[in-house]
């Protein structure tokens, strides 16, 4: 079953842009993570924000958590080329056993 | 660092094949899964392992068994290959305690399986 879901499915931008990627999930959560994927290699973890929290901020990575819409965005500012790649968000509500990701957002920022 | 390092990058077998993918992790972690990722369907969770010789199903097993002998190892086994295994085949691991670090996994760089 698929809890996390990304939108846009895909983003193109220009460089010095800044990206926006939004996720969706349909039952209640104990945290929310953002994992980054580049093309043919395995998913990095980014940053997790917890339920109770509304925003988190890591480098040029901007999470927010909306629990009461079920929904949390990812926001890379000041893209550069080196952030091409697909983000998923992923969803724990059952101890961290079964985290379930999302389907994905594929990033492209032109140089 | 943490290192999840899988056996094989790219790997082609044929219908009907034991196809055996292997996962070792370094950093001690009691947790480790088995995914696969197909384009629009995001990861599937195959199995997982929360400690040795213990292993639950995922959200699609059928077809698929695990090995945990070892801690740091997981293997995944394809008891007879087919055509609709063709796949991305993804290992992570991670801890079972430490507050939010228990949620975060580690993944290795995946393996591109082909079943001819």
């Known amino acids: 079953s698929q809890q996390g879901e990304e939108d846009p499915q895909a983003l193109s931008i220009q460089e010095g842009e800044n990206a926006t990627m939004n996720c969706s999930y349909k039952t209640s959560i104990n945290n929310l993570q953002w994992y980054r994927q580049n093309s043919g290699r395995g998913l990095v973890h980014l940053i997790l924000i917890r339920s109770n929290e509304r925003e988190k901020h890591s480098g040029r990575l901007r999470v927010t958590l909306d629990t009461s819409k079920k929904s949390s965005s990812l926001l890379i500012t000041a893209s550069r080329a080196a952030d091409t790649a697909s983000y998923f968000c992923?969803?724990?509500?059952?101890?961290?056993?079964?985290?379930?990701f999302g389907a994905g957002t594929r990033l492209f920022v032109k140089a | 660092d943490v290192k999840v390092t899988q056996s094989s990058r790219y790997l082609v077998k044929r219908t009907g094949e034991k196809v055996f993918l292997e996962c070792v992790q370094d950093?001690?972690?009691?947790?480790m899964f088995w995914y696969r990722q197909d384009p629009g369907l995001g990861l599937r969770l195959i199995y997982f392992s929360y400690d040795v010789k213990m292993k639950e199903k995922g959200d699609i097993p059928e077809g698929y068994s695990v090995s945990r002998e070892k801690k740091e190892r997981f293997s995944l086994i394809l008891e007879s290959a087919s055509t609709n295994q063709t796949s991305m085949y993804l290992c992570?691991?991670?801890?079972?305690?430490?507050?939010?670090?228990?949620?975060?996994?580690?993944f290795g760089a995946g393996t591109r399986l082909s079943v001819l």
């Open positions: 992923a969803t724990d509500n059952s101890g961290g056993f079964k985290t379930i």
């Open positions: 950093m001690d972690h009691e947790n």
């Open positions: 992570a691991s991670s801890f079972s305690y430490g507050g939010q670090a228990k949620n975060i996994q580690y």
